[in-house]
């Protein structure tokens, strides 16, 4: 670890010792061995710290491309394996800036499938397809097998936007693999990947565990409390994670309005990680300009809507985090995600009002370690 700064202990109480906050200059991040999902390994090493790696911070659609945030993606390493909770644009440089190579991020879980939360995915798909074959990765070269390498674990209709990335990878693939640079060498992108589709509603349902790390699922309200039956026919659910650890709970709200199904999946979590939206923040023009299209919106009751009751105010999240009793906010997927970072002070006071564990404000590139006693 070289030059950090901004350490500051931090106490989140019983169980759990916890940490701090460690701001990397230069990147130093462990980087996964490769072994694959989805199997109990009994030999998994047993971790006992847990560190949440902020990549990008920025909620909401993306209007502007903001220098200091990239949109959603969180990387949480656990021992020596990384998971990725959702890739927005810029998830690939953001890794890149720990030294992580796409290739060795082969668990990426999908919160729901708009936009914010996916449009990176290709991208980090292309490099980690050309990366592992790059570096002569077997499990990239061998032909001879389709077990996929790396897993993408979402609601159903994440089956879509696969099949679409694989198609879009096909074409460069085909051009490799047909002239001197690939040579014959290169496995298609098919056979690499692969897509895991979760099936969760109002009762939390685990779905993965690879003996080190468990993923719990629940469907939240992000998309309508109930959700529209156009919506369900397509298979597109909204979905809060709680990654139970060696070192601790966490749960990642990804977008949700307040939520009992949600509530009741972070009951006692050491982490909550969640989604912060500021309306009034939003609608003044001088600090967003999200709120300048709302206005204009022909729609912009149902927009108000959607912001007000499928989102999280700070009130919203202080008196989610306090009903389910967990030990520490860490705010993410913050909306207006185009407004002056220094507003962040705002959010904790806000949440602090109705919360009375810790609350930090997440900037991208900031990491926290959760350390079992
Ligand atoms: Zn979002
Ligand atoms: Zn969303």
Redesign the pocket.
Known sequence: MRHVTGFRPLSLGCGVLALGMFLYANGAAAVGTGANDAVVNPNATVATSATITLLGTMGGPPLDIHSERAESSTLLTVGDHQYLIDAGTGVTRRLMKYGLPPYKVNRIFIT?N?L??TAGLVSLLAESWFNGWYYHDPLYMDRSTQKPFTTIYGPPDTQGLFDGAMQFLSVSAHIFNADDTGAGTMKPPSHVFGVHTVIAHDEPVTFYDDGAVKVTAVENN?FGDPEPERLREAGSFSYSYRFDTPAGSIVFTG?TGPSENVTKLATGADVLVAEVLDFDLMLNPKVSREGVGVSKAPNKEQIRHHMLHQHLSPQAVGEMAKKAGVKTVLLYHVVPGDAPLTYGVDYVTAVKKYFSGTVLFGHDLTQYTLVKK
């Open positions: 729901h708009h914010d939360h992000h977008d």
